[in-house]
């Protein structure tokens, strides 16, 4: 989700509710928008789509994991908070960078929105460090100031949450939610930190390449554990989603996650619940 400017001012506020009505009323229903009253499974096969360059997508996916088709949208059973509490703690993991207090229920929630920060480099090809702590680009007190989103998770694997899960005030996230069209509760918006790169094949300004693979064994670990608290507080696994599917339909559609492994995700978060006894 790329990086959206807070307006100070009665008439810059004004004229950026304009511009966000705008954006709400230019929505057309573009064939492959997916069915939000589906069935959950069949939700997520739509909603985790490949994204590629410049915001195309690819075809709805056949299926999921045995587990996953077996636990979307189901209640959490067979995993306790208390059995995850441990299991944090024996990684060193504190809730309060998962998205807040496992204590406070998420009656309303429904969808777990992965996003990637897109943050656009001005160099030729990847630093060698991107993965990297000391890297800028990971530095998270930075990023918990920007209050667009839940959670933000960096290429070291670490995490840090900028708005509560159980906030009354959550992130717009998406273009979906900024124009109300599900209430804003019911998403879990997580930002997961990916440098990019122009496309210098186009003449128009972008963002479009991203390192492959997009996300690293760390930084999808620690997603399935936001991914499990967010869901064990909810009282029923959430329907995992990209950004840019929610968003089509409307103008500008962002264009992430960029080569997001799902397969290396849906592993972690079964090897997670499955010490809860939930996934063998």
Same mark, same amino acid.
């Given at each position: 989700m790329k990086q959206m400017l807070l307006s100070i001012g009665l008439t810059i506020s004004f004229a950026s509710a304009v511009s966000a009505q705008g954006v709400c009323n230019r929505f057309r229903a573009e064939p492959g928008r997916c069915d939000l009253n589906a069935a959950p499974v069949e939700q997520a096969k739509c909603l985790l789509r490949p994204v590629k360059k410049f915001g195309h997508l690819g075809e709805p996916l056949r299926?999921?994991?045995?587990?996953?088709?077996?636990?979307?949208g189901q209640p959490v059973f067979g995993i306790a908070i208390e059995q995850f509490r441990i299991l944090l703690d024996s990684q060193g993991i504190s809730e309060a960078d998962l998205g807040g207090s496992l204590s406070a229920p998420l009656p309303n929630?429904?969808?777990?929105?992965?996003?990637?920060?897109?943050?656009?480099?001005e160099a030729s090809e990847f630093p060698a460090d991107i993965n990297s702590k000391s890297s800028s680009l990971n530095d998270l007190s930075r990023r918990v100031t920007q209050k667009v989103a839940?959670?933000?998770?960096?290429?070291?694997?670490?995490?840090?949450?900028?708005?509560?899960?159980?906030?009354?005030?959550?992130? #717009?996230?998406?273009? @979906? =939610?900024?124009?109300? !069209?599900?209430?804003r509760t019911a998403f879990i918006h997580v930002e997961n930190i990916q440098a990019r790169l122009r496309d210098r094949s186009v003449r128009f300004r972008n963002d479009a390449l991203a390192p492959e693979p997009g996300f690293t064994r760390n930084q999808i670990e620690r997603l399935a554990f936001v991914y499990v608290a967010a869901s064990l507080r909810a009282g029923k696994w959430l329907i995992p989603?990209?950004? #840019?599917?929610?968003? @089509? =339909?409307?103008?500008? !559609?962002?264009?992430d996650p960029q080569n997001f492994n799902l397969e290396s995700w849906f592993e972690n978060v079964s090897a997670i619940i499955g010490v809860g006894g939930q996934i063998h």
């Open positions: 299926g999921l994991t045995p587990q996953f088709e077996y636990i979307i929630a429904k969808y777990f929105v992965i996003h990637d920060t897109s943050d656009l480099l839940h959670v933000y998770i960096n290429r070291a694997g670490q995490s840090v949450t900028a708005v509560a899960f159980e906030s009354a005030t959550p992130p #717009s996230g998406t273009k @979906l =939610g900024l124009c109300n !069209r599900v209430p989603a990209y950004h #840019s599917p929610l968003d @089509l =339909g409307f103008p500008d !559609r962002h264009d």
